[in-house]
């Protein structure tokens, strides 16, 4: 079994910092792709940033500048650190990855998302 566990979110105020983490555990052999996505009311789960296990990065438009995505290929964490926080980034953060376990199967596996708010 594998899950992913995330932590950090919460409340700040326009212009502010928030650091996400995320934990992947579990029977795992080996990890590709993780990121983060995001889901704002009423809008579609969109990505945030991704990093490949050689430590390549994509970023939304939308963060770029702002958001700094990286990843711990020994203990199988990804983090996410924001700043320069807008209301516009207010949401549910999901971490993701691409997990090969040990059984021999390989799928994407989700966190259960934690919620960003940037308001005054």
């Known amino acids: 079994q594998v899950q992913l566990v995330e932590s950090g979110g919460g409340l700040v105020h326009p212009g502010g910092s928030l650091r996400l983490s995320c934990a992947a555990s579990?029977?795992?052999?080996?990890?590709?792709?993780m990121g983060w996505y995001r889901q704002a009311p009423g809008n579609e789960r969109e990505l945030v940033a991704s990093?490949?296990?050689?430590?390549?990065?994509t970023y939304a438009d939308s963060v770029k500048g702002r958001f700094t995505i990286s990843r711990d290929n020994a203990k199988n964490t990804v983090d996410l650190r924001m700043n320069s926080l807008k209301p516009e980034d207010t949401a549910v953060y999901y971490c993701?990855?691409?997990?090969?376990?040990?059984?021999?199967?390989?799928?994407?596996?989700w966190g259960q998302g934690t919620l960003v708010t940037v308001s005054s």
């Open positions: 993701t990855a691409e997990i090969l376990r040990t059984d021999g199967y390989g799928m994407p596996y």
């Open positions: 579990g029977s795992i052999f080996s990890i590709d792709a």
């Open positions: 990093i490949t296990s050689g430590g390549r990065t």
